[in-house]
């Protein structure tokens, strides 16, 4: 895996709106009290509990946490396939979940995604060239002739690295990296602002990862593209992410930039997370304050009462039943605020 990069290399010009206007100055995205539950009657699944996350232009935001803690539910709903049950989503200062019509469909260009496995995401029956352009399908006045679909379909195939000539094979022909490679060039047939990656490289072998990663960056700085990249591999997450945001049953319990919080984890669920990731580097494996993640994940349907994770928490105390964590704020010069919802935050330890 590529080193990570330094804040200094994330940064990128602001760009035009995937739908022909300009941009706005605020954040590209932002999601406030956000809160998701199925089910019926007394028994039902909290997927999301309160999420606040929020997304500059051109900036990668890194999801993490155990299968179960809302990542995919989240995904959803910024890609307005699941409606919340509270709180706000606005994108570009608008609420999507308002939108009707041709603005609607105006808004769905400007978030693609990119799926986990890159076979099962494409029509093995279509070629490259018809996968990358399936899109101008619906969107049929981006690109409004053949020929100058055939030509965006070269530059997108141009974009991510492979050849003029892949255009007309078809899945099976590809590797793995390469089929990707197809759905990225797919997910910017439309210009978007916002790409979700959702698990991108889990299917990929190591060296491929990094390709593909590489591809990612890449555009972003090419092109100014924002990613809301979800991850459970956090090496992938600390490469590719600006900030970080980590989830633990439906609740952001962690947030700020990438490298305060590998560097100073403030809740002991990151600190078990970081723990529990295989280290190559025996000189920055975790010393005296590396926490070991025991037990199993709560369920969703009953969640512990107070601080959610003082279940599994060796440094739990009585009022961490029954109290809910306030936000531990840390102010580090040059970087976002670092928050985590705990009563006894690393950092004061």
Excluded at 129 to 143: M, N, Q, S
Excluded at 248 to 276: C, N, W
Aim: hydrophobic share 35%; charged share 25%.
């Amino acid at each position: 895996m590529p080193e990570s990069r330094t804040s200094e290399s994330r940064t990128s010009e602001s760009r035009t709106s995937g739908s022909g206007g300009p941009q706005g100055s605020g954040p590209l995205l932002e999601v406030t009290g956000v809160t998701k539950t199925f089910g019926h009657g007394r028994r039902r699944l909290t997927a999301l509990d309160g999420v606040d996350i929020q997304l500059g232009r051109g900036e990668t935001l890194g999801l993490v946490g155990e299968s179960g803690c809302g990542k995919s539910t989240l995904a959803r709903v910024l890609l307005g396939l699941e409606r919340p049950d509270a709180g706000t989503v606005r994108f570009d200062g608008t609420d999507p979940f308002a939108l009707r019509g041709k603005e609607l469909l105006a808004w769905r260009r400007r978030v693609q995604m990119v799926f986990q496995d890159p076979f099962a995401s494409l029509n093995a029956r279509m070629s490259a060239a018809d996968l990358i352009g399936e899109p101008w399908r619906t969107h049929r006045d981006v690109v409004p002739d053949a020929k100058a679909r055939e030509k965006r379909v070269r530059e997108l195939l141009a974009l991510v690295g492979l050849r003029d000539s892949d255009a007309h094979r078809y899945p099976n022909e590809f590797s793995g990296g390469q089929r990707q490679r197809i759905g990225i060039a797919r997910a910017l047939a439309l210009d978007p602002d916002l790409i979700v990656c959702d698990e991108p490289v889990s299917a990929l072998d190591l060296s491929v990862q990094a390709q593909v990663l590489n591809v990612l960056s890449e555009l972003r700085e090419r092109l100014g593209v924002a990613y809301v990249f979800i991850s459970h591999d956090l090496s992938v997450v600390r490469y590719i992410a600006d900030r970080v945001t980590v989830m633990y049953l439906g609740k952001v319990i962690e947030h700020g930039a990438t490298e305060d919080v590998f560097e100073r984890p403030q809740h002991p669920y990151t600190s078990a997370l970081m723990s529990a990731a295989p280290v190559l580097d025996a000189s920055r494996a975790s010393g005296d304050r590396e926490i070991q993640l025991k037990g199993e994940i709560p369920s969703p349907f009953d969640i512990p009462s107070g601080c959610r994770f003082r279940t599994r928490c060796p440094r739990a105390e009585e009022r961490c039943a029954t109290q809910a964590p306030p936000a531990a704020v840390r102010e580090t010069p040059g970087a976002a605020s670092h928050t985590a919802l705990c009563h006894f935050p690393l950092a004061a330890a």
